[in-house]
């Protein structure tokens, strides 16, 4: 084999002749073992249909013992992590997709012939697994019988959760910013707060904002809305903070960067919004909350008629 040449492994299809598979295909192939394996461990699975089961469309690959349809096809993609599931999109990788699910089925087929299956081990995770989806769908059930929270349930949440929902003082602020080169001398970081308080001097003047910080570096201009804490700088805050009327301007602060000045364009007391306000976040909020009491009624009812005893010692 000429060197660089990519090595292959012989294989045979399904007339008899001998193919040759890529490493990179056999690779691509336990890496989808592997994923089909961690989302059946990991997530709910599919209904369960037999390696034989025609009658979901078009046949797309077929093996001694059974088919693959186009219907279990997209319904096992659909099953993979995003990012594995789109190298499958194209024509040439739905190919490989199929020879991988028929790998799939001859392996699992295998292990029947070999009795496998019939392995107490292999039993108690069946039952395992039956238990937890059986779970799944009950809890389902009783959640759509009981609906979603009413009205009265979700304003009881909200007065019993005002303190979560209240919305901080925040500020609309606009700064002008000029920086300190790297490695400035005390010559120069004086040269840079001299220009920061010139500019400073004519937003106070009334000259306009975006005229002004044009002249600023970084980030010179609008900051949106704040709150205590969104912004880097503590001193900074403190004085944005500290500013009283809509318009004021403050001094020169000391900035690790170099040096900036605020002005305060709006302000936002602290509040807690009305209920009409945070409607859907409520119900956000409180639908987990929902589920556990339909959960922890329907284990109550469970307990009541289920003789339910507990042979440990210890607190009852």
Same mark, same amino acid.
């Given at each position: 084999?000429?060197?660089?040449a990519?090595?292959?492994?012989?294989?045979?299809?399904?007339?008899?002749?001998?193919?040759?598979?890529?490493p #990179?295909?056999?690779?691509?192939? #336990?890496?989808?073992?592997?994923?089909?394996? +961690?989302?059946?461990?990991?997530?709910?699975?599919?209904?369960?249909?037999s390696?034989?089961? @025609?009658? @979901?469309?078009?046949?797309?690959?077929?093996?001694?013992?059974?088919? $693959?349809?186009?219907?279990?096809?997209?319904?096992?993609?659909?099953?993979?992590?995003?990012?594995?599931?789109?190298? =499958?999109?194209?024509?040439a990788?739905?190919?490989?997709? !199929?020879? *991988?699910?028929?790998?799939?089925?001859?392996?699992?087929?295998?292990?029947?012939?070999?009795?496998?299956?019939?392995?107490?081990?292999?039993?108690?995770q069946?039952? @395992?697994?039956?238990?937890? +989806?059986?779970?799944?769908?009950?809890l389902?059930?009783?959640?759509?019988?009981?609906?979603t929270?009413?009205?009265?349930?979700?304003?009881?949440?909200?007065?019993?959760?005002?303190?979560?929902?209240?919305?901080?003082?925040?500020?609309?602020?606009?700064?002008?910013?000029?920086?300190?080169?790297?490695?400035?001398?005390?010559?120069?970081r004086?040269?840079?707060?001299?220009?920061?308080?010139r500019?400073?001097?004519?937003?106070? *003047?009334?000259?306009?904002?975006?005229?002004?910080?044009?002249?600023?570096?970084?980030?010179?201009?609008?900051?949106?809305?704040?709150?205590?804490?969104?912004?880097?700088?503590r001193?900074?805050e403190s004085?944005? =903070?500290?500013?009283k009327?809509?318009?004021?301007? *403050?001094?020169?602060?000391?900035?690790?960067k170099?040096y900036?000045?605020?002005?305060l364009?709006?302000? #936002?007391?602290?509040?807690?919004?009305?209920?009409?306000? !945070?409607?859907?976040?409520?119900?956000?909020?409180?639908?987990?909350?929902?589920?556990?009491?339909?959960?922890?009624?329907?284990?109550?009812? +469970? #307990?009541?008629?289920?003789? $339910?005893?507990?042979?440990?010692?210890?607190?009852?």
């Amino acid at each position: 084999m000429a060197q660089g040449a990519n090595p292959v492994v012989p294989r045979f299809g399904s007339n008899g002749r001998k193919e040759s598979v890529p490493p #990179r295909t056999i690779r691509t192939r #336990r890496v989808l073992l592997v994923a089909w394996a +961690l989302c059946a461990a990991c997530t709910k699975p599919a209904p369960v249909t037999s390696p034989s089961h @025609a009658g @979901a469309g078009p046949v797309v690959g077929r093996f001694d013992g059974g088919v $693959v349809t186009q219907a279990e096809l997209v319904e096992e993609s659909a099953r993979l992590p995003s990012p594995l599931r789109e190298q =499958f999109e194209r024509p040439a990788g739905q190919r490989e997709f !199929v020879r *991988s699910m028929i790998d799939k089925r001859l392996l699992a087929q295998e292990a029947r012939v070999r009795g496998l299956h019939q392995k107490p081990e292999i039993h108690k995770q069946v039952q @395992a697994l039956e238990e937890r +989806l059986v779970i799944q769908e009950l809890l389902a059930a009783e959640e759509k019988a009981a609906g979603t929270p009413g009205e009265q349930a979700l304003r009881e949440y909200y007065q019993q959760h005002r303190d979560e929902l209240a919305q901080p003082e925040r500020l609309r602020l606009a700064r002008v910013q000029v920086v300190v080169p790297p490695g400035a001398t005390a010559t120069q970081r004086a040269q840079v707060k001299q220009k920061a308080e010139r500019l400073a001097q004519r937003l106070r *003047s009334g000259e306009a904002l975006e005229k002004v910080a044009a002249e600023g570096d970084g980030r010179s201009g609008e900051l949106g809305w704040v709150a205590r804490g969104d912004l880097p700088d503590r001193e900074l805050e403190s004085v944005a =903070f500290g500013l009283k009327k809509v318009g004021d301007t *403050s001094g020169v602060v000391a900035e690790a960067k170099g040096y900036s000045v605020v002005r305060l364009l709006e302000r #936002r007391e602290a509040r807690v919004p009305a209920f009409e306000e !945070v409607r859907a976040e409520v119900e956000g909020r409180a639908l987990p909350q929902w589920k556990r009491k339909v959960l922890e009624g329907l284990l109550a009812r +469970l #307990r009541e008629t289920g003789s $339910v005893s507990i042979d440990m010692p210890g607190t009852p």
